[in-house]
């Protein structure tokens, strides 16, 4: 539902915007579904049913890796490998996510793992954070797309791709369609997910990128980790020391690599 109302929204700013030509694929169609069920249908549907399974602080500190995800697929893919320095708060952040999700406590999630909870959850949500960086990476296999552009055009064959694993998850009983009046129930929050996420929070991701550079963005995007937790407190929930403490190693590895990439970068160009 959301994403049915989310594309809707973008193909009307991507007209208004680009024009109408810039709804064709221009013979891109299949490498842009590809992506589209990777980045769209593939990480909602990870994400969502992981975030069943464990807690959003937890969902929360795993998507933050995504920063060093996208350094260590960089260096795969196009064999740029990374300084030490970087390679170092890579490692200081997985410890600190192995804290977090495991409650400093490995033995007892392996325990869970096999019982088919906790665990679980955040290894669909790693796995949902690992396709998202395969999407983003994927940008540039579309020169010539702006962001708006490869978003909706990616988004529309993600829709479709999510709307066939609801109709498999309806037909085999793992979901039930909902009534009307279900839907009334939530609208508001539908809305929200609709124009919020889908529509606002990609373009205004984008913009912030254009205006304060990538390196800033994603420092920023780094506390999100911190508004979760901060949420969770205010409903009650007490956190363990080891969940405190691997939060902070994550965070202050994340913002210790992106102070370091700034510094060279600031070194480079005054060279």
């Not at 030509?21 to 990777?38: E, P, T, V």
């Not at 039930?176 to 839907?183: E, N, Y």
Request: aromatic share 10%; charged share 10%; with cysteine.
């Amino acid at each position: 539902m959301r994403y049915a109302l989310g594309v809707a929204a973008l193909l009307a700013l991507l007209a208004a915007i680009e024009g109408r030509s810039a709804l064709r694929y221009d013979g891109r169609f299949a490498s842009a579904s590809l992506f589209g069920l990777i980045g769209i249908a593939g990480f909602n549907l990870f994400v969502w049913v992981g975030l069943g399974f464990t807690l959003p602080e937890h969902a929360s500190i795993i998507m933050a890796l995504q920063t060093p995800m996208t350094v260590l697929a960089v260096w795969v893919a196009r064999g740029q490998r990374p300084a030490a320095f970087t390679l170092g708060c890579v490692a200081g952040a997985l410890v600190g996510v192995l804290l977090v999700v495991t409650r400093g406590e490995p033995l007892a999630a392996l325990t869970d793992l096999a019982s088919g909870s906790g665990l679980l959850g955040d290894l669909l949500v790693f796995c949902g954070a690992v396709l998202w960086v395969v999407y983003t990476m994927a940008v540039a296999r579309f020169p010539g797309w702006s962001p708006l552009r490869y978003t909706v055009l990616t988004c529309i064959p993600g829709f479709v791709g999510l709307l066939a694993a609801n109709a498999v998850a309806i037909a085999v009983g793992a979901a039930a369609l909902p009534g009307w009046s279900d839907l009334a129930g939530v609208a508001w929050q539908i809305v929200y997910f609709s124009l919020g996420t889908v529509v606002l929070g990609v373009l205004a991701f984008n913009a912030a990128t254009r205006t304060l550079g990538p390196l800033n963005t994603m420092l920023i995007l780094n506390f999100v980790p911190v508004g979760v937790f901060g949420i969770e407190a205010a409903l009650g929930r007490s956190f363990g020391a080891a969940e405190l403490t691997g939060a902070g190693i994550v965070i202050a590895a994340l913002v210790a690599n992106n102070l370091f990439l700034r510094q060279r970068r600031n070194s480079a160009i005054s060279i």
